[in-house]
C-alpha cells in the first residue's frame, strides 16, 4: 500500500520561495508526481520525479530521494496566484495501472 | 496538450434520487479512467479505476451498488451515484492518461449536492 504525508498549510509573501515537502511509504516506487489545485477546481500538472535529482521548470522545481522516500516543490518568486493546495501522488508499481495515491495536499497562502 | 472534460460542474438533487456523471477524453483514447471524491480541504480519494469493456475495480470501503460506473466506450467513462443521500454531497474528480507512465489529466470536477 501507498502511505503519504504533507504538511497542511504555509504562508508566504509575494516574490518569496517557499519549499513543500512530501514523504511516503510504498510497497514499490513508480513515480512521483505534483499537482497545483485551485479552490474548486481540478487538479493541473506541475512536474514528475521517477529518478533522484531536481526536475526544474521555470518557477516551479521538484526534487525527489527514493532512498529517503521523500520529496520536495519548491515554488520561486511567489506570485498571488500561486496560492492553491500542492498535492504530491505516488504512482502504483508497474503493473498497477497507473492508479495514484494522494497526501492531504499543502495548502499555500501568498500575501502582498 | 490532453484534455478530460467532465459535465455537469454543478449538480443539486433530492434525496433519493439517482444522479450520472460524465467524464470524457476529448483527444486521446482512454481505455482506464479513474473516479476520485474529494472533501472539503481534503485529498483526492480515489473511489475507483473504470476500464473500458469490463467491470470497475472498486478501493475498499466503497460501495459498488451505490456507485455505478460504465465505461461504454475508449472516450466515456460515467459514474452514477444512486439512491443519493445528503453524505454524498462532495465534489468528484475523473481522471484519464493518455498512456502508460504519463501524468493523469483532470476533469473539471462535478460538486454535488444533495438536499
Known amino acids: 500500500g501507498q502511505n503519504i504525508d504533507q504538511p497542511t498549510e504555509m504562508t508566504a509573501t509575494e516574490g518569496a520561495i517557499v519549499q513543500i515537502n512530501c514523504t511516503y511509504q510504498t510497497s514499490g516506487f513508480n513515480g512521483l508526481f505534483w499537482y497545483q489545485q485551485h479552490a474548486g477546481e481540478a487538479p493541473t500538472f506541475l512536474s514528475y520525479n521517477v529518478l533522484d535529482g531536481l526536475e526544474e521548470k521555470g518557477r516551479f522545481s521538484s526534487f525527489l530521494s527514493r532512498s529517503k522516500g521523500y520529496s520536495y516543490l519548491l515554488l520561486k518568486e511567489l506570485q498571488m496566484k500561486d496560492s492553491a493546495s500542492y498535492l504530491c501522488?505516488?504512482?502504483?508499481?508497474?503493473?498497477?495501472?497507473?492508479?495514484?495515491?494522494f497526501g492531504k495536499g499543502n495548502q499555500v497562502v501568498v500575501i502582498p | 496538450g490532453a484534455v478530460v472534460s467532465q459535465h455537469p460542474s454543478r449538480v443539486i438533487c433530492k434525496s433519493g434520487t439517482s444522479v450520472k456523471i460524465e467524464c470524457r477524453s476529448l483527444d486521446f483514447q482512454a481505455t482506464t479512467m479513474f473516479w476520485y471524491r474529494q472533501f472539503p480541504k481534503k485529498s483526492l480519494m480515489l473511489m475507483a479505476t473504470s476500464n473500458e469493456g469490463s467491470k470497475a475495480t472498486y478501493e475498499q470501503g466503497v460501495e459498488k451498488d451505490k456507485f455505478l460506473i460504465n465505461h461504454a466506450s475508449l472516450t466515456l467513462s460515467t459514474l452514477t451515484v444512486t439512491s443519493a443521500h445528503p453524505e454524498d454531497s462532495s465534489f468528484y474528480i475523473c481522471?484519464?492518461?493518455?498512456?502508460?507512465?504519463?501524468?493523469?489529466?483532470f476533469g473539471q470536477g462535478t460538486r454535488l449536492t444533495v438536499v
Open positions: 501522488a505516488v504512482r502504483d508499481p508497474p503493473g498497477g495501472n497507473n492508479r495514484l495515491a
Open positions: 481522471s484519464a492518461h493518455r498512456g502508460m507512465n504519463t501524468e493523469a489529466f
